[in-house]
């Protein structure tokens, strides 16, 4: 069935150094994917949304040189975390939906716990 | 810009008790959604429940039933029957409709819930 597969689940990575997190939409075209950020014991914050074949709308406060989005095709989404530091640690999770504004079909990735060093 | 609040941050009740979980949100859309969403210790996001906002019969799936209250931007979750399972965190979230594609979710800040043996 339908599912979002997200890559890696867990990254440890040094202070600088660059990390990419892959989100896959399964037996389903993600023509959007929609990017959180989760804080240890916070809420989930919406960082991005990506859709395919264009550039990325990002949330106020949200930077988008050190957040790279790219969405290159209806199956792929990917962050980058350029540069990372450890105020970057966090749990980042993807999430699409199947069809326009069909909620119901709302698919989100397994997470990715970033810890930088 | 849309909130959601969620003024409970940790419930505890017994086994086969009934808890109603509490969310207010504040915006001047008409058309939106709201969901319950769940996240386990796997901090894999689970879909509870899904209201419509045009939509005046409260959802229902099962054990875990709303009381929507548009007027009053209130949608609060009702879980009957609890069992250990359900210890979790719950968010509320809630997105606008757009008949232009999906929108991204505003969460709560959550409520922990723990069901006690």
Redesign the interface.
């Known amino acids: 069935g339908a599912v979002v597969s997200q890559h890696p689940s867990r990254v440890i990575c040094k202070s600088g150094t660059s990390v990419k997190i892959e989100c896959r939409s399964l037996d389903f075209q993600a023509?959007?994917m929609?990017w959180?950020r989760?804080f240890p014991k916070?809420?989930?914050?919406?960082m991005a949304?990506s859709?395919e074949g264009s550039k990325a709308t990002y949330?106020q406060g949200v930077e988008k040189d050190k957040f790279l989005i790219n969405h290159a095709s209806l199956t792929l989404s990917t962050l980058t975390v350029t540069s990372a530091h450890p105020e970057d640690s966090s749990?980042y999770?993807c999430?699409a939906?199947r069809g326009?504004?069909l909620?119901?079909k709302?698919f989100?990735g397994?997470?990715t716990q970033l810890s930088v060093l | 810009a849309q909130t959601v609040t969620q003024s409970q941050p940790e419930m505890s009740v017994q086994e086969a008790e009934t808890v109603t979980l509490s969310c207010t949100y504040d915006t001047s859309e008409n058309n939106y959604?709201l969901?319950w969403y769940k996240q386990p210790p796997?901090?894999?996001?689970i879909?509870v429940i899904?209201q419509e906002a045009y939509k005046q019969q409260n959802a229902t799936e099962n054990r875990f039933s709303v009381n929507f209250q548009k007027a009053a931007k209130s949608f609060s979750l009702k879980i009957s029957d609890s069992q250990l399972g359900d210890t979790a965190m719950y968010?509320c979230a809630f997105?606008m409709?757009?008949?232009?594609?999906?929108?991204?979710?505003?969460?709560?800040?959550?409520t922990h819930l723990i069901i006690q043996p």
């Open positions: 023509t959007t929609f959180y989760q916070q809420s989930l914050m919406l949304t859709n949330e749990f999770i999430s939906p326009r504004g909620y119901e709302l989100f397994s997470g | 959604y969901f796997s901090r894999q996001m879909l899904r968010f997105t409709y757009s008949g232009g594609g999906a929108d991204g979710l505003t969460f709560g800040k959550g």
